[in-house]
């Protein structure tokens, strides 16, 4: 699961900064928080046609059934055609928000989680300087066949006699 859509949007309390900083720590290009952010502005714009058309789609239709129930032999045929003409509005509307739906959605889904401020940068974990250690590393080599940690859950459980 990625990061929250509104954590990209400061109007609704998001803070774009924190996800930038969070990828310049990874060694990221902070630049597609912006990317998101124009893809999401987009697409809320397409996703408001497509909220009027339904709008509208439903006051003609209301607009109909009005008709039909004050006279059941009208054959209500201009508002029929104002209604299949908004149906077919609302399917381009659709065809036009799917795909940028689906970028924004792969755009987002590809950024990783939020890491923590006290997080060095780095690329990977390898960098990360090793803040307390517990116990001793243990000595016990566990390998079967010539190769030393090549073993399986089973023959791990024999060997500490887990199993019979």
Known sequence: MGLDINLFRPEKGGNPKVVKEALDKRCKDPKIVDDVMALDEEWR?????????????????????????????????????????????IKIAQDEEAPVLEK???LVGSIGNLVHETVPKGVDESQNPIVKTWGEPSSIKVGTKGKLGAAHHHEVLYMIDGIE
């Open 45 to 89: 714009k397409k996703r408001f046609v497509c909220d009027q058309l339904r709008k509208e789609y439903n006051v003609a239709n209301k607009a109909v059934g009005d008709k039909k129930k004050a006279n059941k032999n009208d054959p209500c045929t201009d508002e029929i055609a104002k209604v299949k003409e908004i149906e077919d509005r």
């Open 104 to 106: 924004l959605n792969a």
